[in-house]
């Protein structure tokens, strides 16, 4: 923060969707903040995407609806966008761009600090290890969220993602230690009525206060949404690494960032990549998720939990594929799960943590709790299999055994996956109900789990 | 003979009613021993099975008490904290209007004459020419106007500004401005300024 402002310049030699091109400027640089006035008055903020041969390229966040070349001024300010950050930011709502929305005023600022963040030094990086409790047993019985960790939630347009989140954001907690934990929620491009579920849901289940949420909303400007992520992902890494605290941020729906990013990326005329989005998707989207993780010698860890709705729910377009490159692994939402009325409805085949085996166990959840785990997966995967088989050949033709696990994966849908939008399971209670399908199945058809634990917990025959 | 038929009739079906009587009493006192030791059966399987229902429900009830308090308690922290910030801010205006008032009433003769210096030399730094037409409001006009002498080229704006001191000097082609007044200068500190007014309240430090 310097005392001294920015030149204003007035020569505006075009306007082009979401960018300002500014003529004869001097001085200015990559990143660099911009104020656009208005004829009116009215201020708008942007940043410097390009500089050279005296022209500056300037993308204005909140749009340039109602500008003209000829009354619009921009006021380079010298510095690049910056959050101001503090503790007092827990509890707060604030918009796309990181401005109060709660009519409350600006935070007290502890320090300003750049949005884009600072690289994570790799081999500073520590690997993620402890347990999230979500209390969505689905998840932390069989993709368990690490402390540190990125793991998306592939859902489809319409899907209950944002119930999901809602819920994820109100129950999470880390389980065995004293250590302060926080949820940072960025909601990127949704309905109104939806940011208001989201705020709401937090207020009434007394989780705002260790909350911060980032609003932008549908009608807010699309660039905006370039911007939000990356204010919600500083604050986060202020609270994480500054204060130590372990933090959960939910960032939904990533497929408006890139859409914004594609709209962004038309208006510069760039070669377009697949489906028109730009070629540096890959990259853009790395500078978001690699802000995720845990530092050596530092007490608090960045977890994202980024949300995206798959267009046409296709697992192979461009933003989860891409996501799921940098990402480590998926929590994919099915569509036939979501028909039959299931909440969450996740599909566990499709669905990976890659960090879970290091983040269960003994010492972190319970002995038996991946053998587990990998029984029920290896059942729902055969119940699967029989429910196709029983589709072609009927009920009648199934073996006994095939019954069984027809009955296993009904139980698996009924009670394991399916629970209440405000059940809030603890980590024994959903070990509990996946032994509860285990011992469905006759002991012989376990072969994933060691016989202790069966002597132990097995409730079957 | 008719009579003694008849008698001999009414005996045998007194006796097959009492065998009737006594299977059906037998029949009976054996389903009620049945139901007795069944109803015995099923009480006691389910004591345990009420037990963990007893149990389910005090848990399920301490978890509900568990959640209203965290909701009771997380509304009431913000409220209070809500409260808190809405009256620091309140005081910080309060600070600030006076500091401002003050800024707006300092004496414009000695060291104010090399603050408006040292404002257009910044200024003419900054756009890169002295070719300035420079703005100020009507209590720094003449000590602007005496200034202005040091840097050739610079014209003084027949039109006044509304701010509280200082000048905004504007390139002659119109294409650039530096905004160099006391408003605007204390409008990019204001977030410092605001915090170390709340430290001397105890917050954020």
Redesign the interface.
Known sequence: ?????G?????IAEIKGPLVVVD?V?NAAFDELVEVETKDGERRLGKVLEVGNGKAIVQVFEGTSGLSISAT?AKFVGKVMEM?V?K?VL?RVFDGLGRPK?G???P???K?IDINGEPMNPEQREYPKDFIQTGVSVIDGMITLVRGQKLPIFSGSGMSHNLLAAQIARQASVVGTNDDFAVVFAAIGVQYSEAEYFRRSL???????RSVLFLNTADDPAIERIITPRVALTVAEYLAFELGMHVLVILTDMTNYAEALREISAAREEVPGRKGYPGYLYTDLSTIYERAGKLNGRKGSVTQVPILSMPSDDITHPIPDLTGYITEGQIVLGRDLFRQGVYPPVNILMSLSRLMKDGIGEGSTRADHSEVSNQVYDAYSRAQEVRALAGIVGKAGLTEIDLKYMDVGDIFEKEFLTQAT?E?RTIEETLGVLWKIVSKLPKNEITKIKDKYVDEYYKGE | MGRLHALASNSSLESTIDKILKNTEATILSNIKTALVDSQKVLDDSIPKLEGEYDKIIADGK?EAD?IE??????A??EA??KQ??A??DAVDKVFTKALDQVANADRSGDYSNLIKSLLD?STQ???TSEIIVSTNTSDKDVVQSNLSQFPGSELSSDTIDCLGGIIAKSKD???????TLD??ID??K??I??EI?SKFG??E
């Open positions: 923060m310097t005392v001294e402002g030149v204003q310049y007035s020569k004869d001097e001024n101001p503090s007092e509890g709660d409350l005023p600006d007290i600022a502890d300003f207020e009434e289940s007394g989780a705002l206060k405000d809030n | 978890k959640k965290k909701q009771i308690i997380g509304s922290d913000i904290r809500n910030l809405m620091l801010e910044e900054i756009l890169g119109g294409a650039m401005t530096f905004d160099n605007a200068r990019r500190l977030p410092l605001r915090k709340a917050v954020g």
